[in-house]
């Protein structure tokens, strides 16, 4: 198709078009400019060159808080993966009983994040929680998990896996429901039975939804602030300190502009890598599909 | 000879008071090729995921080789089926797919090499085992989903309208090589399709089925000479059999303009007489009516004729003289008319 003017496209790209520069390329390029300004917001910005990066990246802080980030979403996205599918395959079956399952499960997914993580707070709580009271129960200290630097991270962590796992459990029952029956009756014929049916119809279906998922939710976990603002503050010990956190730390309680822009452009570049990587994932597979 | 696939009373409700399957008995002799075949949703294909065990039936019993199928599951009763849209998985090869059913049962990987081979080089797949199915056309397809049945030598193949996802100029090819192959393997084979020329063509014996039941069991030849109702009739056979509604007056039997001498017996008050579209002549004498259709097909023209206010189908040999609005006379042989109940089942009465 030709259009019948060049500037057709452009035109008909331009409300997207002055959405992505408003919102998106031009903050990013405005980040990219400040973060080689000191700015308190108060006095007038000052150019110091690359200090700012030299400064995150000095004492490795720049690398805790990416290793931070990276373990959270690794365990967001492996633990929603799996209970997601785990889930869906348990509660796939007609009746009320499995109908009122689906909906509770993904229930927890509707439920803003800040609910969600007040109500985990009170749950976790070392003294009169229930989690917390039954970990202590099992033995363990009596005090909260998200006071202890090295359970605090997986504990929020479990927060988003509670959180997301309906939606995971959601849009793999679609990908279930996809599946045509007769593959799973031509594979009981074959000789089949349901691991063998599981691993050689069923996952290989799953696949691009598995992948869908995958990618949401790593997004998803690539943003998590709420969990972290309202549990633990990026503590204890700075063990919960993800990268959007630290931007907002930079910017509303340590003034300082010109730092969280610095992180803000290593976010974005990293963002940019992740996609980048992805995208040929995506290619490779849909080329071997061909 | 021992009944190789047997189905006795067969009865099979998916939801109350609707029954897919109604107390089916039929009987598949070892090597026979039974097509069953009906209008959609006659039931057919249940009565073959039964066979298959993919449905246990409610009533009645299923055996295969003299032995009862009851919560038999589908892969210990050694059948092999065949499915409309083939079932094959998506991200294997051919020769994964072909090569499945042996891997599943364990065949040491040798052995399976071997039967991978031997099913291609009978489908000539050869050269298309290392594509998977989105590379392969429809025809290609059909034949790995063959492979796949045949390649552990089942003691009963099961096809659910095989050809049906097929273009017309291939599916009579590939009818032609998959009677042939039935045969040359001397397998037992129940055959599903709602097609009226592959059960003629295909079939050792036809069944034909409607809401549920099994109307008529018989060679493809009984069925279409005698068949049991005035739907066995109409189903089988193109253009569809003429059924006029006649009556009984005197010694004869009185079907619109048409009159045939009464047969001795007893008869029904209302009758419908059956007449093959190649048992009505056009020409010198008869009923008067004028051409309404006219479809040439090269040997044989089809002319639908209106007499009085019904319509007559006729076949004529070659292409036909005769144009739309035509007057032309039509007479139908009495000899070979086939007299079915109007009432009830309609069932054939002579």
């Given at each position: 198709m030709t259009p019948r003017a060049r500037w057709h496209p452009w035109a008909m790209l331009a409300p997207t078009l002055a959405l992505l520069v408003t919102f998106f390329v031009l903050p990013i390029g405005v980040a990219a400019y400040q973060s080689f300004f000191s700015w308190d917001l108060l006095t007038p910005p000052r150019f110091v060159g690359a200090a700012n990066y030299r400064a995150l990246a000095a004492?490795?802080?720049?690398?805790?808080?990416?290793?931070?980030?990276?373990?959270?979403?690794?365990?967001?996205?492996?633990?929603?993966?799996?209970?997601?599918?785990?889930?869906?395959?348990?509660?796939?079956?007609?009746?009320?009983?499995?109908?009122?399952?689906?909906?509770?499960?993904?229930?927890?997914?509707?439920?803003?994040?800040?609910?969600?993580?007040?109500?985990?707070?009170?749950?976790?709580?070392?003294?009169g929680g229930i989690v917390g009271g039954a970990l202590r129960a099992l033995g363990a200290p009596p005090t909260s998990l998200l006071g202890d630097p090295r359970w605090a991270l997986p504990a929020l962590a479990a927060v988003g896996v509670w959180k997301l796992t309906g939606y995971a459990m959601v849009v793999f029952l679609a990908g279930l429901r996809s599946l045509p029956r007769a593959l799973l009756e031509a594979a009981?014929?074959?000789?089949?039975?349901?691991?063998?049916?599981?691993?050689?119809?069923?996952?290989?279906?799953?696949?691009?939804?598995?992948?869908?998922?995958?990618?949401?939710?790593?997004?998803?976990?690539?943003?998590?602030?709420?969990?972290?603002?309202?549990?633990?503050?990026?503590g204890p010990a700075r063990a919960t300190e993800l990268f959007v956190y630290a931007i907002y730390e930079q910017i509303?309680?340590?003034?300082?502009?010109?730092?969280?822009?610095?992180?803000?452009?290593?976010?974005?570049?990293?963002?940019?890598?992740?996609?980048?990587?992805?995208?040929?994932?995506?290619?490779?597979?849909?080329g071997e599909a061909r | 000879m021992a009944a190789e696939v047997e189905l006795d009373g067969v009865t099979k409700r998916f939801a109350p008071g609707q029954a897919a399957l109604d107390g089916v008995t039929l009987q598949v002799e070892r090597g026979e090729l039974v097509?069953?075949?009906?209008?959609?949703?006659?039931?057919?294909?249940?009565?073959?995921?039964?066979?298959?065990?993919?449905?246990?039936?409610?009533?009645?019993?299923?055996?295969?080789?003299?032995?009862?199928?009851?919560?038999?599951?589908?892969?210990?009763r050694d059948v092999a089926m065949v499915f409309q849209g083939y079932a094959l998985y998506p991200q294997m090869t051919a020769r994964q797919i072909i090569e499945f059913p042996l891997k599943m049962r364990g065949v040491p990987r040798g052995e399976r090499e071997r039967a991978v081979e031997e099913a291609a080089a009978t489908l000539r797949l050869e050269r298309l085992l290392d594509r998977r199915p989105g590379e392969l056309s429809g025809g290609e397809r059909q034949r790995v989903a063959m492979g796949r049945a045949i390649v552990r030598?089942?003691?009963?193949?099961?096809?659910?309208?095989?050809?049906?996802?097929?273009?017309?100029?291939?599916?009579?090819?590939?009818?032609?090589?998959?009677?042939?192959?039935?045969?040359?393997?001397?397998?037992?084979?129940?055959?599903?399709?709602?097609?009226?020329?592959?059960?003629?063509?295909?079939?050792?014996?036809?069944?034909?089925?409607?809401?549920?039941?099994?109307?008529?069991?018989?060679?493809?030849?009984?069925?279409?000479?005698?068949?049991?109702t005035s739907f066995v009739g109409a189903f089988l056979g193109s253009p569809r059999m003429n059924l006029i509604a006649a009556r009984v007056t005197g010694d004869a039997i009185v079907a619109g303009p048409f009159r045939l001498p009464r047969p001795v017996g007893k008869l029904p008050e209302r009758l419908d007489v059956g007449v093959r579209p190649e048992d009505v002549h056009l020409?010198?004498?008869?009923?008067?009516?004028?051409?309404?259709?006219?479809?040439?097909?090269?040997?044989?023209?089809?002319?639908?004729?209106?007499v009085g206010d019904r319509d007559v189908r006729a076949r004529a040999r070659g292409f036909d003289a005769h144009r739309r609005g035509d007057e032309v006379k039509v007479a139908i042989d009495a000899s070979r008319a086939l007299l079915f109940d109007a009432e009830g089942a309609g069932e054939r009465v002579s």
């Open positions: 004492h490795g802080h720049l690398f805790h808080i990416a290793l931070h980030t990276a373990v959270y979403s690794g365990l967001v996205v492996t633990g929603t993966m799996s209970a997601g599918l785990a889930l869906a395959l348990l509660v796939d079956r007609p009746g009320r009983v499995f109908a009122l399952a689906r909906t509770s499960i993904f229930s927890a997914y509707v439920v803003s994040w800040v609910a969600v993580a007040l109500l985990w707070m009170w749950m976790l709580d070392g003294n009981a014929l074959d000789g089949a039975g349901p691991w063998a049916r599981f691993r050689h119809v069923t996952m290989p279906h799953l696949g691009p939804t598995a992948a869908f998922v995958a990618t949401t939710t790593l997004v998803t976990s690539f943003q998590a602030f709420d969990v972290v603002r309202i549990m633990t503050q990026g509303f309680l340590n003034l300082s502009v010109g730092k969280a822009s610095a992180l803000a452009v290593v976010f974005f570049l990293l963002l940019l890598a992740l996609a980048g990587l992805q995208l040929r994932v995506w290619r490779a597979r849909a | 097509v069953v075949v009906g209008p959609s949703g006659c039931g057919k294909s249940t009565a073959l995921r039964v066979v298959a065990g993919l449905e246990e039936p409610d009533s009645g019993a299923v055996a295969i080789a003299g032995r009862a199928m009851r919560g038999v599951p589908p892969q210990d030598k089942p003691r009963v193949f099961l096809f659910d309208e095989p050809l049906s996802n097929l273009d017309a100029s291939l599916r009579s090819d590939i009818r032609l090589e998959l009677g042939e192959l039935v045969r040359r393997l001397g397998a037992t084979a129940l055959y599903v399709t709602h097609d009226h020329v592959e059960a003629m063509t295909l079939a050792d014996r036809i069944a034909v089925m409607r809401a549920g039941r099994l109307l008529q069991l018989g060679t493809p030849r009984e069925i279409y000479e005698r068949p049991a020409g010198g004498s008869g009923a008067p009516g004028y051409v309404v259709a006219v479809e040439p097909l090269g040997a044989e023209t089809h002319v639908v004729v209106r």
